[in-house]
């Protein structure tokens, strides 16, 4: 097993979906590359159960519903790629905000992110 005191993250405060979907996935990639994914995929509920802190967190951070949904799908349909964004940024872009619209329980579909 890893030494656990290396393992330093940012704060969540208040940053919204953009900033969880980030940090969520920095952490999980983080503790799959050290071994560690195995103690959060624990399957009996608990206090002390990492999944249920993990799904805690995402409800905490990610907005649901159809207001949340309404407004990034409006994000995602009136972005626009600035003339000095390279093609490589505009694309991580438009993935990041669909990303966000999946994890809000919205319908995103191919063509979505290709208009």
Known sequence: MSDLTRF???RLDNGGITKYL???T???????????W?????TTPSVNDPMAIWDDLRNVHCPKGFT?????????????????????????????RSNELR?????????????
């Open 8 to 10: 330093n993250y940012d």
């Open 22 to 24: 980030a940090w969520a």
């Open 26 to 36: 920095y952490v999980e990639a983080d503790l799959i590359a050290h071994g560690l």
């Open 38 to 42: 195995d103690v959060v995929e624990v």
């Open 68 to 96: 949340a949904s309404l407004s990034m799908c409006r994000v995602l349909n009136t972005m626009q790629k600035s003339p000095d964004q390279d093609m490589e940024s505009w694309i991580s872009s438009v993935r990041s």
């Open 103 to 115: 994890a809000a329980g919205g319908n995103v579909t191919e063509d979505d992110v290709l208009i």
